[in-house]
């Protein structure tokens, strides 16, 4: 089962509430999307951190239900 | 040999290792051949492990580096990150830089 994108935003913003959000369907296939995410709690944070906290909000479904979704995070 | 042991043989005994679908040679997914022609862009030896060959390897990386996807690449010990990482991370020359600090080129 495939993610919307509304479904990815829903379950970003559960985890971290400020976030700014664009999610693109890559190739219009509902499978492949690049998301970039600012929000205050990346601040101070690696990189590598950053993007465990979008993929811990994304509950497991990353690598399963979601099978692509590049991602790209930026402090604010 | 038990595979988390086995894993971390792996990861401490080759200097760059890229844990991907595929072979370096012969990548079966994108954002593993993109991570795969950076490290032969930057002319650097490495060894790619191809996840699809072993299954309870797959699902130990992904635990051992609290990451879900694959690729994931390891710099002397240390994840450096998926795809995204290691492309902005090209692209910035930051990965460059980590593999002359590392004296890997």
Redesign the interface.
Known sequence: MALSIEEIKKLIIESIPDATIEIKDLVGDSNHYSAKIISKIFNGKSRIEQHKMVYKSLKGKMGNELHALSITTEGK | MDIKENLKTIIDSNEICLFMKGVPEAPQCG?SMAVSNILKVLNVNFKGINVLENESMRQAI?EYS?????PQLYIKGE?V?????VK?MFESGELKKLLIKKELV
Do not use: R, V
């Open positions: 954002f992904k609290d990451w879900p996807t694959i994840f990150g998926g795809c995204d990482i902005e």
